[in-house]
């Protein structure tokens, strides 16, 4: 009976963090969306999603403090949650968002998980950390793929190639600086609690968001058509804060090795939506490199869970 209720446990686990990774990859799909549908800019679309999504985590952060287990963050901590916090959720998102004004959601994703490669590599040069040589093809067979798609979806672009070129590497630097977060967080979570610190660095990064918003636009906040507010709102609920804490949840179940294999899906679930959703054609080159990143991202994923 303890057995059964152990697989449960971990089959649930396996679930939410599934449901967690579909739900993050909608957040390109959205923000396509609402790109196509109206004239929103990239720094105003982020600050309404953080709106609609920050009560939920100071809700969250101020259960999770009151709780018996809780244990105070010290003052180091406290900067360290905020500049991690910042780090991934705001200056990840900001480049993020203002990557996909040019390039594809399939692509943005593609080029986005890449990140556990970072962290290895990010590792390495950090903590020193030795790379060993399944790391180093795993390592390589990622950025072959990512290269393959890369070329195959600019062959397809019809418009400006500066402007898509620009795009990318935005999203490549979101990308570094979201495994800055992983990796800052890795080091954070374990004295912390995932649950709190989630709470609190998306609070930060929230706050972050708005404080740009304020300092830098002259945009008024509520004069835009109710399509705006929509896609803002769901991308919070669904995108934003029911995903961080599945993946949490799905971290305490089964682990975050476990959690960055069952993320694969990602990719491959943004590619869909985009087909269905964005009309974004899929092509032979875009699945060769979808395959073989997801081969050297899971290849990094069983190395590291069989070194911990």
């Known amino acids: 009976m303890t057995q059964h209720k152990t697989d449960d446990y971990f089959l649930g ?85 203002l990557g996909l004004q040019y390039v594809t959601a399939g692509i943005e994703r593609l080029i986005l998980f890449i990140y556990p490669t970072l962290v290895v590599l990010m590792s390495s040069v950090f903590f020193r950390e030795k790379i060993k040589p399944i790391q180093w093809i795993a390592l390589a067979v990622t950025y072959v793929g990512l290269l393959i798609a890369f070329f195959g979806e600019a062959r397809l672009q019809t418009g400006d190639s500066a402007n898509f070129l620009l795009g990318s590497v935005l999203i490549l630097a979101c990308a570094f600086t979201y495994a800055s977060y992983i990796v800052g967080s890795g080091r954070l979570i374990p004295s912390v609690g995932a649950s709190k610190f989630n709470s609190y660095a998306m609070s930060f990064a929230s706050i972050g968001v708005l404080l740009h918003f304020f300092i830098t636009s002259d945009v008024a906040l509520w004069h835009f058509p109710a399509t705006v507010y929509y896609y803002s709102f769901s991308m919070a609920i669904l995108s934003t804060v029911i995903p961080s804490y599945l993946i949490t949840e799905g971290i305490k179940r089964v682990g975050s090795d476990n959690v960055a294999i069952v993320a694969s899906i990602g990719p491959v679930s943004t590619i869909a939506m985009a087909y269905f959703f964005l009309d974004e054609p899929v092509f032979l080159a875009q699945i060769t490199g979808t395959i073989l990143i997801l081969v050297g991202v899971l290849l990094v994923s069983r190395q590291k869970r069989s070194v911990s």
Do not use: E, H
């Not at 599934?18 to 990859?25: N, T």
């Not at 196509?36 to 952060?61: E, G, K, N, Q, Y």
């Not at 901590?77 to 780090?87: D, E, R, S």
């Open 13 to 97: 686990g396996i679930l939410i963090a599934l449901l967690g990774a579909v739900c993050f990859s909608t957040k390109a799909i959205f923000v396509k969306l609402a790109y196509r549908d109206t004239d929103v800019d990239a720094v105003t679309l982020l600050a309404l999603r953080m709106i609609f999504a920050l009560p939920f985590f100071l809700v969250s952060a101020v259960a999770s403090s009151k709780k018996q287990s809780n244990v105070r963050f010290t003052g180091r901590q406290w900067l360290y949650i905020a500049v991690i916090g910042c780090l991934g959720y705001y200056i990840s998102s900001l480049l993020d968002f």
